[in-house]
Nanobody
C-alpha cells in the first residue's frame, strides 16, 4: 500500500487549506486513516483520525472545531480540511493507514505512511 499526500502550501493565518491523501497498491477501504504532523524541531503528533466507514472521527484538542477529516472509499482517498489556521499549525502533514478498522490516535497502530506535505501558515 502506498499513500500519497498532496495539497500543502502557504496560507495566511485565519485562512483555509485542504490536504488530501490517495491510496494505491493493494489497498483496502477497510482501513482506519489518520493525519499526523511534525513541526520544525518537534516530534510527530496526532491530528485527526477516521474509522473505515467514516462514521467515527477523533481530533487532537489543538485542532478540534477547526479541522475536519473525511474520506471517500470509492476514490480511496482521505482529506483534511483546515479552517481558521494558526501559525502553530505549520508542519509537515502525514497521512497514515491502519490495518485496524477502528480509528486511533496512536501512531503505533498505523502500518502505512505517506511522504508528507508541508503546510506553512504565515502570521
Amino acid at each position: 500500500v502506498q499513500l500519497q499526500a498532496c495539497g500543502g502550501g502557504l496560507v495566511q493565518a485565519g485562512g483555509s487549506l485542504s490536504v488530501s491523501c490517495a491510496a494505491s497498491g493493494r489497498a483496502s477501504s477497510a482501513y482506519a486513516m489518520g493525519w499526523f504532523r511534525q513541526a520544525p524541531g518537534k516530534g510527530r503528533e496526532f491530528v485527526a483520525t477516521i474509522n473505515w466507514t467514516g462514521g467515527s472521527t477523533h481530533y487532537a484538542d489543538s485542532v478540534k472545531g477547526r479541522f475536519t477529516i473525511s474520506r471517500d472509499n470509492a476514490k480511496r482517498a482521505v482529506y483534511l480540511q483546515m479552517n481558521s489556521v494558526k501559525y502553530e499549525d505549520t508542519a509537515v502533514y502525514y497521512c497514515a493507514g491502519s490495518m485496524r478498522a477502528r480509528d486511533s490516535s496512536w501512531s503505533g497502530d498505523y502500518n502505512y505512511w505517506g511522504q508528507g506535505t508541508l503546510v506553512t501558515v504565515s502570521s
